[in-house]
């Protein structure tokens, strides 16, 4: 069965330093790998995903993130961190198809000025 | 962009009561719809998948008969918790797709039930 490992619960950047959100995935197959960022009262939203190709993936935002197959990891990126982007963050693998997720337990991101 | 929305935003009901929460997709129709709990600083965890026109398909371990889910049109779902009890108090939401295959899911806010 798929799994998601996500190792920070909480992490906490400064405004206009860089982040990086660990992310490592347990999937038999070729994953289908999404971030999604979920902020009190809204929706989770789609930040990017990987199916193929290019492992460095751009996303919105100014978010990328780098597929690696050898260490299993999915990590998101971003060069320098705006106080809006406090959130939750999740890391998934989807199978069937893509459609099936399985999410992390989620990384809090505290964005401090 | 894709919107869904649910209602209600949130909910509180005596144990025993039932609770219906729609799912709604606004500008997209949505051959499939998943249904998610998620409990406090938890991921979300996959409940259902229920595609229009037929019977929900649950996880393991999701009693079919608690969590009632129809999906009667392309625009909406409704998840039933039924003889509700505290220990069904979550945050539970919705997701859509616009069609087969695809892959992106579109997200609802989300729906906090507490039952008392």
């Known amino acids: 069965a798929q799994s998601v490992t996500q190792p920070d619960i909480h992490i906490t950047v400064s405004e206009g330093a860089s982040l990086e959100l660990r992310c490592n995935y347990s999937y038999g197959a070729t994953p289908y790998l999404f971030w999604y960022v979920q902020s009190p009262g809204q929706g989770l939203q789609l930040l990017l995903k990987y199916f193929s190709g290019d492992t460095l993936v751009q996303g919105i935002k100014g978010f990328e993130a780098e597929f690696k197959r050898s260490q299993s990891s999915f990590n998101l990126r971003k060069p320098s961190v705006h106080w809006s982007d406090a959130a939750e963050y999740f890391c998934a693998v989807g199978t069937g198809g893509g459609n099936k997720l399985t999410f992390g337990t989620g990384t809090q991101l505290k964005v401090e000025l | 962009g894709a919107v869904v929305s649910q209602h209600p935003s949130w909910v509180i009901c005596k144990s025993g009561t039932s609770v219906k929460i729609e799912c709604r997709s606004l500008?997209?129709?949505?051959?499939?719809m998943f249904w998610y709990r998620q409990f406090p600083k938890q991921s979300l965890m996959l409940m259902a998948t229920s595609n229009e026109g037929s019977k929900a398909t649950y996880e393991q371990g999701v009693e079919k008969d608690k969590f009632l889910i129809n999906h009667a049109s392309l625009t909406l779902s409704t998840l039933t918790v039924t003889s509700a009890h505290p220990e069904d108090s979550s945050f539970y939401i919705c997701?859509?797709?616009?069609?087969?295959?695809?892959?992106?899911?579109?997200f609802g806010p989300g729906t906090r039930l507490t039952v008392l």
């Open positions: 997701s859509a797709v616009s069609g087969v295959g695809t892959d992106t899911q579109y």
């Open positions: 500008d997209f129709q949505a051959t499939t």
